[in-house]
């Protein structure tokens, strides 16, 4: 394929330029009449597509506003969610030293209570009635009941105090636990959310992205295809005068994706494969399997610059298009062009031959700029 590229060089310095005879005005005029047909189609169709991208823009722009929103309010509820969680932490933080301090004091008092009521047990009923009996007086008897009595409810209060207390404050911290535990799922939830919200929002960028460098593709397109077509215009008046004119060629870049195929069948080798057992180099076009003998038909108008055999690809007509865009036809069982005509789209440059291993088919190549690109991104889809 570098024979290729040095012989596209070549021939581009060569500069070839096919002027209408006298003899082929009718039909030169023909078939600038039949191109400005096909400028003017293809620009309406520029047209349309320039004003659905401009609809698509709108409709993401759009979205891209509500997930700004959307974000904003995530952004206010996690923050929220923050500051409610932090008050949750501090509170619990609050309340742990406050139990601990409680279970040290239960734990220190538990001595002396368990003395107290080990003594009282060890008096009973007999013991208190010892008690009262070595008491003078009625008064003095009325005293001691009341005494033993008013320390058995304190130690009882101050157990069942104790135990109220530490058993509410248990509940709470574990009321607090159960708050942070659902708040750290909520936050949890909240950045989620605002997560797929960012991905959401650089994925509409990027395709706004897109969108605008299409747009300005389309526009440089169209612009193109315009002056294009004032110089078919140019040539048509020049014909109804009867002067002399230089064939006119629509550039190949406006017609992307509205190619049609070389021939009809169906894609064996894909651009960019591997080629040879060491797959050191790769495909600069595709391969496409269709009957031998079929016709294979130019994709675009424009000059033949190469009509001969060539090594690994049998016989191989090239067609430069105008500013460096060639589309390249190989494998061809016959010609039917020779170097230096001028072809129309759709014309026949030759029929489908048999490659140097497996079945009968075409090989197709394009080049923009003079750099092979592949062929699927510029032919109709089908």
């Known amino acids: 394929m570098r024979r290729v590229t040095a012989a596209l060089l070549v021939l581009a310095s060569a500069g070839i330029i096919v002027r209408a005879t006298p003899g082929a005005a009718l039909q030169d005029r023909a078939q600038t009449e039949a191109q400005a047909r096909r400028a003017t189609d293809r620009l309406q169709a520029l047209q349309r597509e ?10 993401l722009l759009s979205e891209l506003r509500q997930l700004d929103v959307e974000r904003d309010i995530q952004n206010e509820k996690l923050k929220q ?40 047990y060890k008096l009973g009923n007999g013991g208190y009635l010892r008690m009262l009996l070595g008491v003078n007086d009625l008064r003095q008897i ?46 949890q939830q909240a950045r989620a959310a605002r997560t797929a919200l960012d991905h959401a929002r650089e994925s509409r960028a990027a395709l706004v992205a897109q969108i605008d460098a299409r747009r300005d593709l389309n526009a440089r397109l169209a612009g193109e295809l315009q002056a294009a077509q004032q110089k078919l215009q140019q040539a048509l008046a020049a014909f109804a005068s ?7 060629v629509l550039p190949l870049r406006a017609f992307q994706h509205d190619l049609e195929w070389p021939t009809p069948g169906r ?12 797959g050191g180099s790769s495909s600069n076009g595709v391969e496409i399997a269709a009957p031998e003998g079929g016709p294979v038909r130019a994709v675009h108008e424009g000059t033949v610059a190469y009509a001969e055999p060539f090594t690994g690809y049998g016989n191989l007509v090239i067609v430069d298009h105008g500013g460096q865009s060639y589309s390249l036809y190989g494998y061809l069982a016959s010609l039917d062009v020779t170097r230096g005509a001028r072809v129309e789209r759709a014309e026949s440059v030759g029929t489908v031959g048999q490659p140097p291993t497996g079945g009968p088919a075409l090989y197709f190549e394009l080049r923009i700029d003079g750099k092979p690109v592949d062929p699927l991104e510029w032919l109709r889809r089908r």
């Open 50 to 59: 320039a004003e659905a991208l401009a609809a698509q823009e709108t409709t």
């Open 81 to 120: 969610i923050g500051a409610d969680l932090d008050a949750v932490m501090r509170q619990v933080t609050a309340t742990s030293p406050r139990i601990d301090a409680l279970e040290r004091e239960r734990t220190s008092h538990q001595p002396e209570l368990a003395s107290r009521l080990v003594e009282l």
């Open 142 to 187: 009325g005293r001691a009941y009341r005494t033993v009595a008013a320390m058995a409810e304190l130690d009882r209060q101050l157990i069942e105090e104790h135990r109220r207390t530490v058993e509410a404050l248990k509940a709470e911290r574990a009321r607090l636990e159960q708050r942070r535990s659902v708040m750290v799922k909520l936050q």
């Open 242 to 248: 009867g002067s002399a004119t230089e064939p006119v």
């Open 267 to 278: 894609m064996t080798g894909r651009f960019g494969r591997r080629l040879g057992a060491s």
